[in-house]
């Protein structure tokens, strides 16, 4: 509460203010980005108020972002939305402002920023926002809820994941009483390119389910190529594999140009961030990342999957 209090006054404290999220993005990266900037605006009408990044094609029906002189970031507070460590933030000039601020719901195990505020409880980047406006009596409009919302659906797995909580539910009905287009928004969220969907084909295909429930495959850029699905676009079939009843953890192998894995870890109730931090990687109890240098990590990987599911 304290440390929420902080934020609001430095937001009151500044005319300039940038607001920055993960590379890569997905809709909580883009909904509690866009979603303060939206709240900003309408509380604080006089403020210039600006969001940045790459603009992912597959989520510009979310939002596009602002094009901003270097010069912009001269006295301005910079905050960075949903990003759990430095390298992965985008947009390199987040450092350039006057004071930092993270607001997160990664493990914080990368402290950056002149002021933290992380609740690692929270469901997704987007609730801690939802949540600052309610603490505030901050108003909200189509335009902040829209991606507020967004973001909850996104990280939640739309309230299917555990992180899901009474007062996830409590904030996406206060953001559901806004006016704007949920039923579509959901649906957009819900759709795939027919690519993808041929993708997911392949992945139900040809993952290897061991007698436990430990699952792994592994996606080649000549695959990736045949399916013309782009590195951004994979990260739609990682959760893929829980679908199947039969499995309970599973790893997605994503090789990259340079010739090593991009490791996608995700399970329903085994506990594997600790196999990402084997693996210059680290994450949530349940979805976590990781780094592989070759096929014989990969298979290191498994193997340590296959043992924490065992040993559950
Ligand atoms: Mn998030």
Redesign the pocket.
């Known amino acids: 509460m304290q440390e929420m209090k902080t934020v609001i006054d430095k937001i009151k404290e500044y005319d300039t203010i940038i607001i920055h999220r993960h590379q890569k993005p997905?809709p909580?990266?883009l909904g509690s980005q866009v979603g303060l900037k939206e709240i900003i605006k309408e509380n604080f009408p006089d403020k210039k108020v600006y969001a940045v990044g790459y603009d992912e094609p597959s989520l510009t029906y979310l939002t596009t972002m602002d094009q901003i002189s270097d010069d912009t970031y001269k006295g301005a507070l910079v905050i960075v939305c949903?990003t759990a460590n430095t390298p992965r933030i985008d947009d390199a000039r987040y450092s350039t402002g006057d004071f930092l601020i993270k607001i997160d719901?990664h493990p914080n195990d990368d402290a950056y920023g002149d002021f933290l505020y992380v609740d690692d409880s929270a469901s997704?980047?987007s609730e801690i926002i939802t949540e600052f406006a309610m603490t505030f009596g901050l108003k909200l409009n189509s335009a902040s809820a829209r991606m507020l919302y967004a973001g909850i659906v996104g990280?939640t797995g739309r309230f299917l994941y555990p992180a899901t909580t009474s007062r996830t539910m409590y904030l996406a009905s206060i953001l559901r009483e806004q006016d704007f287009d949920f039923a579509k928004l959901g649906r957009q969220m819900d759709s795939v390119d027919l690519n993808i969907a041929k993708l997911q084909g392949y992945v139900f295909e040809n993952i290897i389910i061991d007698e436990n429930g430990a699952a792994y495959v592994t996606l080649s850029q000549e695959l990736l190529k045949s399916y013309g699905v782009t590195e951004s676009e994979v990260s739609s079939v990682v959760p893929t594999p829980g679908r199947v009843a039969s499995i309970e953890a599973w790893v997605l192998f994503v090789e990259q140009p340079e010739g090593y894995y991009r490791v996608n870890l995700r399970s329903k109730t085994t506990v594997i961030n600790e196999i990402a931090k084997n693996h210059r990687g680290g994450g949530h109890i349940f979805a976590s990342g990781a780094v592989s240098k070759n096929v014989d990590e990969n298979k290191q990987i498994y193997q340590e999957l296959q043992a924490a599911v065992a040993n559950k």
């Open positions: 997905d909580d990266a949903d719901h997704s980047a990280d």
